[in-house]
């Protein structure tokens, strides 16, 4: 495989830790290797999952380690478990927990481990209300030694079943730390879209979360915001949709360059957008998005995204550069079209790129591939 202009010159498909019918892969970097984090069945008939984790160093993945296992999951393609890396190696976990019968009651669970994933201990819930209702789509970020930042969408405010329509409040964007116990937890937007998914990055030493933001006129554009400031569009798509589309944003940053990743509906079609250092470009007309985005230097960028292709989905690739060019994108895999085959992930590392996404062979389960630059 050949990537613009990166001068990638060696592509293997790396075996990889996970069983079969895992879904849901997530990747965080980690110096000069990454963590990914995903579920798959224990025990299907008694519906038990486990939340599982495996570190990726010298080109190779280590073995799966188990956070939990329990029958009290809330699997979902789109709300998926995260992991987060204190300054001094702590690994925190999230995750969707069922709290009650209703469709969407689920609070977010956390577990850290102090050994590197060896063991792990549960810490209660990270938002801090009783609510029965939705709590998810976390991003996590080191802040301090040993702790690190989350933020997440909190329903502590809605009533009712807020994706059928009924009912009334508005889903929040909240934030917290969390180090040897959970903090209380910050309002920092008090209406967002419903369940897409946020993303989050340190800038200037300060982190900040990326989600789409929803006006009283039902415009959901992409905004972000640090804590102690206000929320900022990131550009006026003006996209005005009744409900949740599902599609969050994506953002990375690397030594003062910052990146981020969208899709929209506004206009005349659906489309993924990325704004590389001020620049605006679209790269695709995609009907799907689901994207995520990482800095490779001051000048590139890649972003992933899915693609529509008959019955099936492409897992896409490009290179996005910041005089605002973009590289004939690769087809990197072929995945379902349905919404089980989530959210294509990609993180940088040694000197290549490490990408994830949930096979359409279900044996294999998540595959893997890592792309190493000469």
């Known amino acids: 495989m050949f990537i613009s202009t990166l001068i990638i010159v060696l592509s293997f498909s790396s075996t990889h830790p996970t069983g079969i019918d895992a879904i849901a892969p997530n990747l965080v970097e980690a110096d000069d290797s990454a963590w990914m984090t995903w579920i798959e069945p224990v025990n299907k008939e008694k519906n038990i999952i486990a939340l599982k984790c495996a570190k990726f160093e010298d080109g190779e993945w280590g073995d799966a380690k188990l956070v939990v296992q ?26 969707p927990q069922q709290s009650g019968p209703g469709v969407y009651a689920y609070d977010i669970a956390v577990a850290r481990s102090d050994d590197a994933g060896d063991t792990w201990t549960l810490m209660g819930t990270l938002n801090d209300d009783r609510v029965l209702g939705e709590h998810g789509f976390v991003s996590l970020v080191p802040e301090g030694d040993d702790s690190v930042r989350a933020f997440w969408l909190d329903g502590r405010a ?60 039902e415009v959901r554009d992409i905004a972000w915001i640090t804590p ?29 360059t910052q990146v981020m990743a969208w899709y929209t509906g506004a206009g005349d079609s659906a489309s993924v957008y990325v704004s590389f250092s001020g620049k605006t470009m679209k790269i695709s007309d995609s009907i799907m998005g689901r994207v995520d985005v990482v800095v490779v230097d001051k000048e590139s960028a890649l972003a992933t995204w899915l693609e529509p292709n008959g019955g099936t989905a492409s897992v896409m690739l490009a290179v996005v550069r910041s005089d605002g060019t973009v590289a004939e994108a690769d087809v990197i895999a072929q995945v379902s079209a349905s919404r089980s085959s989530g959210f294509p992930r990609i993180a940088t590392i040694d000197g290549g790129v490490l990408l994830a996404w949930t096979s359409q062979d279900r044996d294999k389960g998540i595959e893997t591939k890592y792309v190493q630059e000469d």
């Open 158 to 217: 809605m009533t009712g079943d807020g994706h059928s329509g009924e009912g009334g409040g508005n889903m929040q964007l909240r934030t917290t730390i969390i180090n040897d116990k959970v903090q209380k937890s910050e309002l920092l937007d008090d209406r967002v879209c419903e369940c897409c998914g946020t993303d989050a990055v340190i800038v200037d030493g300060k982190p900040y979360v990326i989600y789409r933001d929803r006006s009283e006129t």
């Open 70 to 95: 329990g029958n009290n999951f809330f699997a979902n393609w789109a709300d998926f478990p995260e992991l987060g890396i204190a300054k001094d190696g702590t690994l925190f976990a999230t995750w």
């Open 228 to 256: 102690g400031a206000s929320s900022n569009i990131i550009h006026d798509d003006n996209w005005k949709i009744a409900g949740c589309p599902v599609n969050g944003p994506s953002i990375d940053a690397r030594d003062g």
